[in-house]
């Protein structure tokens, strides 16, 4: 699979298929990978989360962390380290499970 993110939204391509290109998710704010990078963190407007799998398949999702916006900053030994809004324009640190997009802090 090839990654291309266009315009917020996340597309997976097949390698040698032009016909294939399917549009994963929109609005997207930020993109990581984990560091053995087998999975694909997706960061989208209003606080949620998806993780997507080398084939493209969804992993897991988060419908909200309770935050407006969401800055990526790291993915080691199955944490994802994140700064989120609350809306008011301050950012704040949260550590977010790889597995499963459970909020660690």
Do not use: H, P
């Not at 407007?45 to 084939?55: D, E, K």
């Amino acid at each position: 699979m090839v990654v291309v993110g266009a315009a917020g939204a996340l597309y997976f391509l097949r390698k040698g298929d032009s016909n294939c290109n399917v549009a994963r998710c929109g609005d997207v704010t930020s993109v990581i990978f984990d560091e053995n990078r087998s999975l694909l963190v997706c960061a989208r407007v209003g606080g949620r989360l998806t993780a997507y799998a080398r084939t493209g398949d969804a992993c897991w999702s988060t419908d909200r962390l309770g935050v407006d916006q969401i800055k990526l900053k790291s993915c080691t030994q199955g944490v994802i380290v994140a700064q989120v809004d609350d809306y008011d324009g301050a950012f704040r640190q949260v550590k977010i499970s790889a597995t499963d997009g459970a909020n660690l802090t």
